[in-house]
């Protein structure tokens, strides 16, 4: 492309190439998936997280707070507290608001970027793409996620990986007839 074209490319073109070429160029299939599926997942984690923050913000706005005054929120059947987020100040909250949604971008990209390098990666040394390998992806994935949490035990590993490959299984299981 000359630099005169450069110039003269609106926003739009800049868009339908984006999508031709994905959202990075690694130098290989499998990098490319992984990273792309990160960054994706990791911005729905970070909009979750924040929303999530916004919906206590409305609930101790109108009074309906939880008992105690402390927020809580129900994560994998485990309360989590995040008593930092009715911080003394602005600055402590905001604070509290960036550590959370990082943690949060960081998890849902983690369980993303794995899931979608194992089933790129056993496609490509199976030649098939089936419900094994969705089984097998899901499962690495379960117990990735479950070792992030706070005190993860062997029970808690297990069931994360059973759950993992149950859901990605039924959910390979399920592609077209929906």
Same mark, same amino acid.
């Given at each position: 492309?000359?630099?005169?074209? @450069?110039?003269?490319?609106? +926003?739009?073109?800049?868009?339908?190439? *984006?999508? =031709?070429?994905?959202?990075?160029? @690694?130098?290989?299939?499998? +990098?490319?998936?992984?990273?792309?599926? *990160?960054? =994706?997942?990791?911005?729905?984690?970070?909009?979750q997280a924040v929303s999530r923050e916004g919906y206590f913000t409305a609930i101790e706005g109108s009074g309906l707070e939880s008992p105690g005054g402390v927020t809580e929120v129900t994560i994998g059947g485990k309360k989590q507290r995040f008593p930092d987020l009715k911080g003394e100040s602005s600055r402590k909250s905001l604070e509290a608001l960036v550590k959370s949604t990082g943690k949060e971008s960081l998890q849902w990209g983690l369980a993303a970027g794995i899931y979608?390098?194992?089933?790129y990666g056993l496609k490509e040394a199976r030649g098939a793409h089936d419900w094994k390998n969705s089984a097998v992806a899901g499962a690495?994935?379960?117990?990735?996620?479950?070792?992030?949490?706070?005190?993860?035990?062997?029970?808690?590993?297990?069931?994360?990986?059973?759950?993992?490959?149950?859901?990605?299984?039924?959910?390979?299981?399920l592609t077209g007839i929906f």
């Open positions: 492309m000359s630099s005169d074209n @450069l110039e003269t490319r609106s +926003l739009l073109d800049e868009l339908r190439d *984006f999508e =031709k070429g994905g959202l990075f160029d @690694l130098g290989h299939p499998l +990098l490319n998936r992984i990273a792309a599926s *990160f960054v =994706k997942a990791a911005g729905i984690g970070a909009i979608s390098g194992l089933t690495v994935t379960g117990m990735a996620m479950a070792l992030t949490s706070e005190d993860p035990s062997h029970e808690q590993i297990v069931q994360c990986a059973i759950t993992g490959a149950a859901i990605s299984t039924a959910a390979n299981l």
